[in-house]
């Protein structure tokens, strides 16, 4: 599949819901830079509150898993739907349609999420990127504006 892929995730604490703290995470960029991708490849980057919201990367081989995105050919386009995490909260009854991406088009698609932690009961925040491209790409693809883009993004409590 000719499909080039990046994740950024970044995930925190009620720490940062506010104040200083929410504004380091809300400055956490939306895309990266690929490093040397090829198709079929996933750029992996994290951004946690407890390192201060420093980008780490790391990139796989093979597109997204099926359970969390899912790709599908479509003549000549892909076309590209969000699983949304089963765990996370707030439940999504209405959700946007798959997006069908021509070759040469990228799609961005944000959601983000509310967890419980097993361990404390703490609630945990997580805001997850997908930037999903459909033919070869530039390094700095996802650095300009996306031809599609989805927001799911819900008021976290």
């Known amino acids: 599949m000719d499909i080039v892929a990046q994740r950024v995730r970044v995930s925190w604490t009620k720490q940062s819901r506010g104040g200083q703290h929410a504004a380091r995470r809300n400055a956490a960029p939306a895309a990266f ?9 996933t750029h992996e980057v994290t951004m946690h ?9 790391c990139l796989r081989n093979g597109v997204p898993a099926s359970d969390v995105v899912q790709l599908r ?3 000549d386009h892909i076309r590209v739907g969000l699983v949304p995490s089963a765990r996370g909260m707030p ?3 209405r959700r946007p ?9 990228w ?4 959601i983000n999420y509310r967890f419980t932690s097993h361990c404390t009961g703490d609630w ?3 805001l997850d990127t997908w930037n999903i491209a459909h033919g070869p790409v530039f390094p700095d693809v996802f650095l300009t504006e996306p031809h599609h883009s989805i927001d799911e993004r819900a008021v976290l409590r």
């Open 49 to 57: 509150e407890q390192d201060g919201f420093r980008p780490h990367s």
């Open 91 to 93: 439940r999504r009854h």
């Open 73 to 75: 050919h479509d003549g």
């Open 33 to 41: 830079a690929l490093p040397q991708i090829h198709a079929g490849h």
């Open 97 to 105: 349609p798959a997006v069908r991406l021509a070759r040469g088009r």
């Open 107 to 110: 799609l961005r698609w944000q």
């Open 124 to 126: 945990l925040y997580r």
